[in-house]
């Protein structure tokens, strides 16, 4: 069984910065794509990041404050946000396309975090 579980979260004021993680664990064979959503409420999941074969892509909204990296050795997708703005408050989910040993390829999401951007 391979899944994703992230860290990081809480509240930040604006202006701040903070750092999410999300590792994948389990029978992993590759990682195809890892990549950042977040649901604000009353809104939909739209994307933040994603990186895949080294290249990486951002929404506009977070561009130039945001930055998605990969430690490949440790399976894990980072998110560094800075310059949070209180429209920066949602819901983040870590996404990720693994090949697995059994399972061929799978999606996947994490359990979410909560990021408030507050004064």
């Known amino acids: 069984q391979v899944q994703l579980v992230e860290s990081g979260g809480g509240l930040v004021h604006p202006g701040g910065s903070q750092r999410l993680s999300c590792a994948a664990s389990?029978?992993?064979?590759?990682?195809?794509?890892m990549g950042w959503y977040r649901q604000a409420p009353g809104k939909e999941r739209e994307l933040v990041a994603i990186?895949?074969?080294?290249?990486?892509d951002y929404a506009d909204a977070v561009k130039g404050r945001f930055t998605i990296s990969r430690d490949n050795a440790k399976n894990t997708v980072y998110l560094q946000m800075s310059s949070l703005k209180p429209e920066d408050t949602a819901v983040y989910y870590c996404?990720?396309?693994?090949?697995?040993?059994?399972?061929?390829?799978?999606?996947?999401w994490g359990q979410g975090t909560l990021v408030t951007v507050s004064s």
């Open positions: 996404n990720a396309k693994i090949k697995t040993d059994v399972e061929g390829y799978v999606v996947l």
């Open positions: 389990g029978s992993i064979f590759s990682i195809a794509t």
């Open positions: 990186t895949s074969g080294g290249t990486t």
